[in-house]
């Protein structure tokens, strides 16, 4: 393969990976921080990707309008999975994960029901359905769009996360919870607030990855999956773990599929099992009930 | 202390008297399915046989070993395909079939476990989960064993004995079938009484302190996992016994999340109970859902959440919480532990 070919590949892989790496950063603080496993994460993502792929209809305003609402209504599936899970609390880590995967079964056969079983994609602004030359070669502009917007939003996560007080107090429960309830805050209520911003990353990153994957019935199952490999590759509740495995899992994907087709599908599953199976002593033992 | 007594307490082997009673059940169950005139209620009950094996099979490594597990599907798998090629290349002895398949199951678990028991929790159900996941893909991509996803069709029934006909009626490959899993779920039952059955506890409940009085946990939970994967293996036989034909999709992650809720629905330390887990689970995805068309995720979905819901300890608990409740008055169930909220989760 061409040099030049395989840096667009890698640069697309980049920018995939920034788009999982917004999905993901969500998953792994909520379960960092709560220990909640939330496997209808997926479901999330795909809600996200289904309204931005219905509301669009070719104008800027329609775009940003699909954009919030996904970032919304995935803040409220958020805040219905902490209601649901906090339910469980005490019931150990595998109850919870349990009830979100029976959610997550409810809620993609829901969205499949609405939706319909066909590939759906946005209707992109005639400014961005084009391609731009860069660096000699020809790129969609619309990808360079999420490439743009999905660094905005990893940039403007890590400033609140590390910045904020809010964000200290997300770490901080990551760290020490009886800590965060030592000092007058109910570790409960951070649990809930992470599961509520998780779910709206979650259906801004659905939004923003239609236009290059577009959104079906295989959507919640492949994005989940991929973010789960993520969150233990990237060592669970540690964002900047997880965006630094994102990337890499976006680069794999890529570039795996072009240059050795056969063995991609192997590959991230490998990574996770070397990366589980090499950090063994440090890997936090989420006790399941 | 007295949890600790407690916990033992609770998980007494059950008597051998209850013991008859639920094999007299189970085949009472079984006969009066057969004595049925209709053919396609054996074959739907036939069918749900391999699933309920397996659901036994996960419910030894999740609930005795205590390792919540989705990879249970590989020795399923290798069970099924073995069966699948030897019935293929004219081998139809059906003792062949489960021989080779519980061995060739128990040979991939114990490998895949000298990785996973040393892991607990939800880092041992992310690395069942990627084995599940290597499966799959394994059993789409390798077409020179497995047909890709177009699967196998047209196996050959087996035979009981050489000379004997093949396995063809309906209501014989019920009673076959039923044989089977029912012998197979009461030998695991049979072995994981006693010292093993304590050891198992000891070692779910406080690890460090079953370490420290000189036991072998890795080696004990290696045996159970190893052992439920030949168990597994009989179950993917049996697969292949009642269908004749396998895609990628039956031994793929959805039939071993339904496993899973089968274990969690009949009770994790309860192999009966998972078996039962496991045709509740089948009732609702094979003939529920057919009044439905499209839904059957819904349907399975509504059973989980109420299962996690309504049913901690799954079905099996379901006696003794009934019976405390009634004894204790309504406002007397035990206190959730106090510092669950504050607790470092890792």
């Given at each position: 393969m061409h040099v030049d070919t395989l840096a667009v590949t890698v640069v697309d892989g980049v920018a995939y990976g920034l788009l999982l790496a917004i999905a993901a950063a969500g998953l792994t603080v909520a379960f960092g921080a709560g220990g909640v496993l939330n496997l209808a994460h997926g479901v999330l993502i795909a809600a996200g990707g289904y309204i931005a792929a219905t509301t669009t209809a070719g104008t800027w305003a329609s775009l940003v309008a699909a954009t919030v609402l996904a970032t919304v209504a995935g803040a409220a599936g958020g805040g219905a999975l902490a209601a649901a899970t906090a339910a469980?609390?005490?019931?150990?880590h595998l109850d919870q994960a349990l009830l979100t995967f029976g959610i997550a079964l409810i809620g993609g056969n829901l969205l499949t029901t609405i939706f319909g079983s066909d590939v759906l994609r946005p209707r992109m602004p005639a400014a961005l359905e084009g391609t731009v030359m860069v660096a000699g070669y020809r790129y969609p502009v619309d990808r360079l769009a999420v490439l743009a917007v999905a660094v905005l939003v990893a940039a403007v996560g890590y400033v609140v996360l590390h910045r904020s007080r809010a964000g200290r107090l997300i770490r901080a429960t990551v760290d020490d919870r009886a800590m965060v309830a030592g000092i007058g805050v109910n570790p409960r209520t951070v649990d809930a607030a992470v599961l509520v911003t998780s779910g709206a990353l979650a259906g801004l990153a659905g939004a923003l990855a239609t236009p290059i994957l577009g959104v079906g019935p295989g959507t919640a199952d492949t994005t989940l999956l991929l973010s789960l490999i993520i969150v233990v590759c990237g060592g669970l509740g540690s964002v900047p773990g997880a965006v630094t495995a994102a990337i890499g899992v976006g680069v794999v994907q890529t570039v795996g599929v072009v240059t050795v087709p056969t063995a991609a599908p192997y590959l991230l599953i490998a990574a996770m099992t070397v990366t589980l199976v090499a950090r063994r002593p440090t890997v936090p033992n989420g006790a399941a009930s | 202390m007295s949890a600790f007594t407690q916990a033992f307490a609770a998980d007494r082997t059950p008597p051998l008297l209850k013991r008859g009673a639920t094999a007299a059940f189970a085949a009472g169950a079984v006969t009066a399915v057969a004595m049925s005139p209709a053919s396609y209620l054996h074959t739907t009950v036939a069918r749900m046989l391999p699933l309920a094996l397996l659901a036994v099979s996960v419910a030894v490594v999740t609930?005795?070993?205590g390792l919540p597990t989705l990879g249970q599907v590989a020795p399923y798998a290798v069970g099924a395909y073995l069966t699948a090629r030897l019935a293929l290349t004219g081998i139809d002895l059906a003792a062949v079939h489960l021989l080779t398949a519980a061995i060739g199951g128990a040979v991939v678990a114990g490998l895949i476990g000298t990785v996973l028991v040393r892991y607990r929790g939800t880092v041992f159900l992310m690395l069942s989960l990627a084995v599940a996941e290597v499966t799959a893909i394994t059993a789409g991509q390798w077409r020179a064993v497995s047909?890709?996803?177009d699967g196998l069709a047209g196996i050959p029934a087996p035979r009981l004995l050489p000379g004997l006909p093949p396995l063809h009626g309906d209501r014989t490959v019920l009673l076959y079938a039923a044989t089977i899993a029912v012998a197979a779920t009461f030998v695991a039952v049979w072995l994981l009484r006693g010292d093993r059955r304590m050891l198992l506890t000891a070692a779910r409940t406080n690890e460090d302190r079953a370490r420290a009085s000189g036991h072998l946990v890795y080696a004990n939970l290696w045996m159970v996992h190893t052992a439920a994967g030949g168990l597994a293996g009989i179950a993917g036989a049996l697969l292949i016994h009642t269908h004749r034909w396998i895609t990628p999709a039956d031994v793929g992650f959805g039939v071993a999340a339904l496993a899973l809720l089968a274990v969690v629905i009949g009770g994790a330390r309860s192999l009966i109970g998972a078996a039962v887990g496991a045709v509740i689970v089948l009732i609702v995805r094979d003939i529920v859902a057919v009044e439905v068309p499209g839904h059957a995720p819904l349907l399975l979905g509504t059973l989980f959440v109420i299962g996690v819901y309504l049913l901690p300890g799954g079905l099996t608990a379901l006696p003794t919480r009934l019976r405390r409740q009634l004894s204790a008055g309504?406002?007397?169930a035990p206190p959730a532990p106090a510092n669950a909220s504050v607790r470092r989760t890792s």
């Open positions: 469980l609390r005490g019931r150990g | 609930g005795h070993a047909g890709g996803t309504p406002h007397s």
